[in-house]
């Protein structure tokens, strides 16, 4: 990996903060050379995600076979479901030219960090915890007990942001998505 020309972008910010809207624009703008890393999942897909492009979705004793076989760089458990990323996935994509983004959870960010020295970890931050709470409800796609304990998570996910490389504030689309520009080309041209 350390011999690529290519490097690893690792995202991380709680739900909600707008990292999908971030980074779909980000991809937009640099699609020759960017790729979003596609997790694995024993979760249902929901209605619109495809197998393969939003994840690629199995079973659980697939993906308990694949940690026996120490195939993924991480992985966690979050609310009864498996995800994680496997590592040929990662350095097929790097090796094929692109830049890689991984949108993972603090935790997976360490793990893959310490397997990969040179990615670069950018932690996306909400404008304030009360914004973050009004998001997750406008989304209306999950129980009050869900929110509860999304909101929960997202005090370790700050906390953990102190380790991060870089903290982006998503008070404004324009400004962030120029800060993570900023960020990528620093980082591609060392």
Known sequence: MESLKTKLFIISGPSGVGKGTLLNSFLEQHRDNVRL??????????????????????????FKIAIKNNEFLEWAKYSDNYYGTKEAYVYKKLSEGYNLILEIDTQGAFQVKKKIKNASLIFIMPPSIDELEKRLRGRNTETEDAIKRRMD??????????????????DNINKALNELTSIFNKNIEE
């Open 37 to 62: 890393s596609i997790s694995f999942t024993t979760r249902k897909p929901r209605e619109g995600e495809i197998d393969g492009v939003n994840y690629f979705f199995t079973n659980e004793e697939n």
């Open 153 to 170: 998570f997202v005090k370790g996910e700050i906390e953990n942001s102190k380790n991060f490389d870089y903290v982006i504030i998503n």
